[in-house]
């Protein structure tokens, strides 16, 4: 069947060949002018599984404000310099961060303002509930009250007395204190260590201000991250110059991923056609093997516009995986040329013809695997890379023959060509190899028994060193290593949100502790509660307590001379409340690290420690309180997980049954399937054996790209195999090797790549490729003189 | 003519602090002014570097605290050693024994009340460290950093009055109204340190036996035990 579809379709090609040709120039011509109008993506965030709980929590992160936030930490490099001098350089940065870009800059609060805003009459009756005020009462005997009396006039002998002694005249009991205790956990909800002097955030070394930057540039963004990043750049050149600035931001890792994955395509395409160039040339010494040298790049060209066109945007990080899928389209028009250079005869072509179909059939058949994962990424991976491996066959069956045979010379022959001979007619020691095989094979199976998964998708960032040594920095002077997690709590207005989070704070309160669970809650609650607390607020000093504490006092304050009116401030002021809306001042600053305001829907947010005991924990919340829900770096990572190895368990055995099946449709032959199949068994467990050896994990990336290198190996195990059976003298073996040769040029190239992921696809592919073709020419061909000599016998 | 001169100074002085902040605005046209200095950056430097030549200082120290909250004033007498850069230590004897010190790093207090010594870190206490800073720049006499937060202005020549009025900038506003320093007649310490607050309240420290660049034994900076 096949032989006659390709015939019909070989003579057509033949009849129509300079209309082919011109078809196929002005294709390129426009695919080429394509690529500047296609629309490509760094972020990949496609690459991720399409779990709900990932969905969820990659959507907050990007609805949050945190996506959309810049932190700069300026520092002082010059001994000489104060604080003064830092704080002048931060107040020079933030005037000149103007909108659009820069929507807002926080550099600090002033901290009279906290004394001002903290009045404890202004929110003690609001904040303080029934606890709060048990503990007061508790406060109001002669004792204790005695005690405070003592400590007033105590204190009023401190140098600081200026600063606090009217304090103590509205708060003779310390009520600050609880309300200072429920401030406790902000800073840790920071993740930072700050203190704030002047109205700046400083560092505990005195040395550093930071400043948080809200901007209207989403994160991903692309070009929009680019201008953000170049422009706060530029204002920071502007700067004193004892002062240096590092910037942290997400928008950072997505201009810094683009230029590392951009710089590694262009390094990785030089050094992979540089070599391929000097190989064929070498090789071949014919300058018109450069076109098969160019049959990939087209491909490329025509996939990208093609697959744009399906998928909209493409990721940048699937263009990367092309350069090594250029390696191993290569190949078919490697096999083509050298069998037209050896003047093959029309069955033999037409043989090979088959040979090279059913290869790259395999090929694709290991990328549309990847159309069974959920993961659109991969879908696109497969589209793309299906393409291309498409498209270099058709180049291969029907465009290269007619390249070649419009020469005019007849190619010089392939220097290649005798050591195909000999490699073929040469007596393996066959027990020799396939001993040796099988020890080997049965050490990698054994030492890929303790290999390692890692679902850190952090370490997939490709982020230049710059970026991470700023990072590093930044942590060293303001801390926040510990990551935290957010619990999430919805409601379609802010009070409806806030009374929501007032039961679980409660709620988490009982279960993990309020020192690690840092709430809104926790320091100014809805206002259904704060009218709650003012109600008990005033039934309690109403109901004796007022007389009581004026009547202690009184008979404390006389020993140390204390006037009638020592703590007026404090009586009239008793009743004086109202419930604040907090729409300014230090609790609206606050309520913005708490508070997420988008499309009508409120989110408040509350933070602990990632760590899985809390939030196994508080998962039991969110089954309470529907629209409530966790965010948590750790448990995104442990989703990914579980979500690959699942996937894996589909996809492996699914790659596996394709090639199993093609061989054996190929050979009709389950024998020679099975011989056909060593390159790919030796690949698979090698990898995992070596990666385990070097104590390198598996992560996402590796794993798939070890599932399309199946694709790739296999047509190593099916060409010799199939020459060995059929006796064709098509070079087969030089092909073979010259084509293993640019699959490791190619993945190796992969090697030099800064992007961890790209570099991790390159490991994956350069072991998977080198192991299956070294058994395909060591393993297969005794493999195949035994089934042949016992063949014989039996005959 | 000099005491002559001297006297409308003090006097004037008096009602600026007894008037209401707008009617001593309001009154300010009217009044004796003593001439201020062309270049008033260049003045306070000149004055804090007289003032702040020394690395080590001990003082004895009178203060007075007319406080709305006390019937009757409040008079501590004690004293104060001060190491540059960062050291402070301020001892009261009587009423009551007090002692602090105050380091760039940490707060370490003892009262008689409670015969314990209480450590606080500095960096962990924002509010109290803005304190401090406040009152160590006026204690170590380097008063040039103080014009970018305050209003000041030369109240008096001989001796020399100097009074500082908390700008909007100033975290101190919200609590003090003014200070006024008062030199020693060789203008190399201050004599006389005053502190009226937004409250009403008045702080007067006047120092006596300031003595510069002695030697100060370890144990002057001891909260515990006392010197």
């Known amino acids: 069947m096949f032989e006659n579809v390709f015939s019909l379709f070989n003579d057509f090609v033949r009849q129509q060949r300079k209309w082919i040709l011109l078809l196929v120039l002005l294709a390129t011509a426009a695919a080429g002018s394509g690529l500047f109008f296609a629309r490509y993506e760094g972020n990949i965030d496609l690459m991720l599984p399409p779990d709900k709980e990932i969905a969820r929590s990659m959507d907050f992160l990007r609805g949050s404000s945190f996506s959309d936030k810049v932190i700069v930490s300026v520092a002082l490099t010059d001994p000489a310099k104060t604080k003064k001098d830092l704080f002048f350089a931060v107040d020079q940065l933030a005037a000149s961060l103007a909108p659009p870009l820069f929507m807002k800059v926080v550099s600090g609060f002033s901290v009279s303002n906290v004394m001002d805003e903290f009045s404890v009459l202004q929110y003690a009756p609001q904040i303080l509930g029934a606890k709060d005020l048990e503990t007061i009462g508790g406060l109001i005997n002669s004792n204790t009250v005695s005690q405070k009396m003592r400590g007033i006039y105590m204190q009023s002998m401190r140098p600081e007395s200026v600063f606090t002694s009217s ?3 509205s708060d003779p009991l310390g009520i600050k204190m609880l309300l200072l205790e429920k401030m406790r956990a902000l800073p840790a909800s920071m993740g930072y260590d700050v203190a704030i002097e002047d109205g700046h955030f400083i560092s505990r070394d005195g040395r550093h201000a930071m400043m948080i930057i809200q901007t209207s540039v989403a994160m991903m963004d692309s070009p929009r991250s680019k201008e953000l990043v170049a422009t706060l750049q530029d204002r920071i050149k502007a700067l004193p110059a004892y002062v240096s600035a590092d910037i ?8 810094s991923n683009e230029q590392v994955i951009k710089r590694d395509i262009s390094i990785v395409s030089t050094i992979a056609s540089v070599t391929f160039l000097f190989l064929f040339l070498l090789v071949f010494r014919d300058p018109r093997v450069l076109f098969v040298f160019i049959i990939p790049f087209i491909a490329i060209v025509w996939a990208i516009v093609l697959a744009t066109a399906v998928e909209g945007r493409l990721l940048y990080l699937v263009i990367g995986l092309g350069t090594a899928i250029a390696g191993f389209s290569v190949d078919y028009g490697l096999h083509m040329y050298i069998a037209l250079k050896r003047g093959v005869d029309g069955s033999q072509f037409v043989k090979l013809s088959r040979l090279i179909t059913i290869n790259a059939t395999t090929t694709m058949f290991s990328f549309l695997v990847l159309f069974v994962s959920k993961i659109h990424g991969y879908h696109q991976l497969a589209l793309f890379s299906a393409l291309c491996v498409f498209i270099c ?4 069956l029907f465009v290269l023959p007619l390249v070649l045979s419009n020469m005019k010379a007849a190619p010089p022959p392939v220097s290649g060509s005798n050591i195909d001979d000999k490699l073929r007619s040469f007596r393996w020691p066959v027990k020799t190899c396939i001993s040796v095989w099988v020890v080997l094979l049965a050490l990698a199976l054994y030492s890929s028994t303790s290999v390692t998964f890692d679902s850190d998708i952090k370490k997939l960032d490709g982020s230049g ?4 040594r ?9 801390g926040g290593k510990t990551s935290q997690a957010i619990f999430v709590v919805t409601g379609k207005s802010l009070e409806e949100a806030m009374e929501v989070n007032d039961f679980v704070f409660q709620a988490a309160g009982s279960l993990v502790g309020t020192g690690d669970f840092t709430s ?6 809805s206002e259904r509660l704060r009218k709650e607390n003012i109600a008990q607020w005033d039934s309690f000093w109403k109901q004796g307590q007022e007389d009581k504490l004026k009547k202690l006092i009184r008979e404390s304050a006389a020993s140390y001379q204390f006037s009638d009116v020592a703590f007026a401030p404090f009586f009239d002021g008793l009743y004086l409340h ?13 309520q913005e690290r708490f508070v997420l305001s988008k499309d009508g829907e409120y989110r408040i947010l509350s933070y602990f420690p990632d760590e899985q005991k809390y939030i196994d924990s508080l998962k039991e919340i969110t089954l309470k309180y529907p629209g409530t829900f966790i965010v948590s770096g750790k448990a995104m990572s442990a989703s990914i997980s579980s979500f690959t190895a699942k996937e894996i368990r589909i996809l492996a055995p699914l790659a596996l049954l394709f090639n199993v099946l093609l061989s054996w449709l190929f050979f009709k032959d389950w024998k020679y399937a099975l011989i056909a199949l060593v390159p790919l068994v030796t690949g698979v467990v090698w990898f995992v054996g070596i990666m385990s050896f070097l104590k390198i994990p598996l992560n996402v990336i590796n794993i798939v790209a070890s599932i399309v290198s199946t694709g790739v190996i296999v047509d190593y195990g099916l060409g010799v195999t199939y020459q060995y059976r059929h ?5 087969t073996i030089i092909a073979v090797t010259i084509s293993a040769t640019t699959n490791v040029i190619g993945t190796g190239a992969l090697l030099f790549a800064k992007h961890p992921a790209l570099h991790s696809t390159g490991v994956a592919m350069f072991i998977c490729i080198i192991t299956g073709y070294l058994s395909a020419i060591l393993v297969v061909p005794p493999l195949c003189s035994l089934l042949e000599a016992r063949e014989n016998i039996n005959v | 003519m000099k005491m002559h001169a001297g006297i409308i100074a003090a006097l004037s002085l008096a009602i600026f602090i007894m008037l209401p902040p707008s009617l001593a605005l309001a009154a300010e046209p009217g009044k004796v002014k003593t001439s201020q200095p062309a270049d008033l950056a260049a003045f306070l430097q000149d004055i804090g570097k007289k003032a702040s030549n020394f690395k080590t200082l001990k003082t004895e120290f009178t203060q007075e605290k007319k406080m709305v909250m006390f019937k009757e004033k409040l008079v501590m007498k004690g004293r104060i050693y001060l190491e540059k850069p960062n050291k402070i230590a301020w001892h009261v004897d009587s009423p009551v024994r007090y002692s602090v010190l105050i380091t760039d790093k940490l707060i370490r207090q003892w009262d008689e009340d409670t015969n314990k010594v209480q450590e606080i870190s500095l960096a962990k206490n924002p509010i109290f460290q803005n304190v401090l800073n406040q009152l160590t720049v006026w204690f170590s006499g380097e008063y040039g950093s103080l014009l970018d937060t305050n209003d000041v202005r030369v109240i008096k020549r001989d001796p020399l009055v100097i009074e500082f009025i908390p700008r909007d900038n100033n975290v101190s506003k919200k609590v003090i109204k003014s200070i006024a320093i008062t030199f020693r007649d060789d203008q190399k310490y201050l004599q006389q340190l005053r502190i009226q607050e937004v409250s009403g309240d008045v702080t007067t420290i006047n120092f006596i036996n300031t003595i510069m660049n002695t030697p100060l034994k370890s144990n002057s900076f001891e909260v515990k035990g006392r010197v």
């Open chain 1, 167 to 169: 304090l103590s005249r």
């Open chain 1, 248 to 255: 942290i931001s997400g928008h950072l890792h997505t201009v």
């Open chain 1, 393 to 396: 066959l058709l180049f291969a």
């Open chain 1, 465 to 468: 060193p710059d970026v991470l």
């Open chain 1, 470 to 478: 700023a990072e590093r920095t930044f942590h060293d002077v303001w």
């Open chain 1, 520 to 525: 809104l809650a926790q320091f100014w609650p």
């Open chain 1, 578 to 590: 109202q419930t604040d809306s907090a729409s300014n001042g230090l609790i609206a600053q606050l």
């Open chain 1, 727 to 731: 006796k064709l003298r098509t070079g």
